[in-house]
């Protein structure tokens, strides 16, 4: 069965630090990629998304992603991180046919230091 | 232009009592889904739109969920004789339904809680 695992629950860093989310996923052929974010109470923003072409993709916020096929990877990455970026991040991947419904990981929780 | 709303944002109930939850997609997009998210977990997938189609209810936890969707637009969540194991944010989403990849677009929730 098709899975997204994010192995990291809850992330900590300082303000200004890099950061980097990391995600895999497990299907026979190279599915469509997401990064969400979900603030305290809200519903989910999309961050970037990976269909095809470049593997390394710009998103909202200072965020990208860079796909690695051979890994099974999307990882989520930011040079310098906000106060503002604390919230939960979700990973997901749809799919080229079947159902369009996404596959979420778990989620990672991430607090930002001053 | 208008997000995908959802209404109530919050609802509280007894057990055994019978829920809706509506969803409005954003104009144009022929593709709906729920979702729900339990505490401290991930989003599960519930239930599937698109457009005049049989809906995917494959993701449903047990017959007491249903759901419709009025006209291709609005739907309601329905959830019958409310268990406390139904407690969790059950989200909304909709897409414009492409064959390159859909993106799809959140509203912000409804909270259910069964006491």
């Known amino acids: 069965a098709q899975s997204v695992t994010q192995p990291d629950i809850h992330i900590t860093v300082s303000e200004g630090a890099s950061l980097e989310l990391r995600c895999n996923y497990s299907?026979?052929?190279?599915?469509?990629l997401f990064w969400y974010v979900q603030s305290p109470g809200q519903g989910l923003q999309l961050l970037l998304k990976?269909?095809?072409?470049?593997?390394l993709v710009q998103g909202i916020k200072g965020f990208e992603a860079e796909f690695k096929r051979s890994q099974s990877s999307f990882n989520l990455r930011k040079p310098s991180v906000h106060w503002s970026d604390a919230a939960e991040y979700f990973c997901?991947?749809?799919?080229?046919?079947?159902?369009?419904?996404?596959?979420f990981g778990s989620g990672t929780r991430l607090q930002v230091q001053p | 232009g208008a997000g995908v709303s959802q209404s109530p944002s919050n609802k509280v109930t007894e057990k055994g009592k019978d829920v809706e939850l509506r969803c409005d997609p954003i104009?144009?997009?022929?593709?709906l889904y729920w979702y729900r998210q339990s505490l401290g977990q991930g989003l599960e997938f519930l239930i599937y739109?698109?457009?005049?189609?049989?809906?995917?209810k494959s993701g449903l936890p047990s017959d007491r969920f249903s759901a419709e969707r009025t006209g291709g637009s609005v739907s309601t969540l329905t959830i019958q004789r409310t268990q406390q194991e139904d407690s969790a944010v059950y989200l909304c989403?909709?897409?414009?339904?492409?064959?390159?990849?859909?993106?799809?677009?959140f509203g912000p929730g409804t909270r259910l809680t069964v006491l």
């Open positions: 989403a909709s897409s414009l339904v492409r064959a390159a990849g859909d993106t799809q677009y």
């Open positions: 299907y026979g052929a190279t599915p469509y």
């Open positions: 990976y269909f095809s072409g470049d593997t």
């Open positions: 997901a991947v749809g799919f080229h046919t079947g159902r369009r419904a996404l596959t």
């Open positions: 104009s144009g997009h022929t593709a």
């Open positions: 739109f698109q457009g005049n189609s049989a809906p995917d």
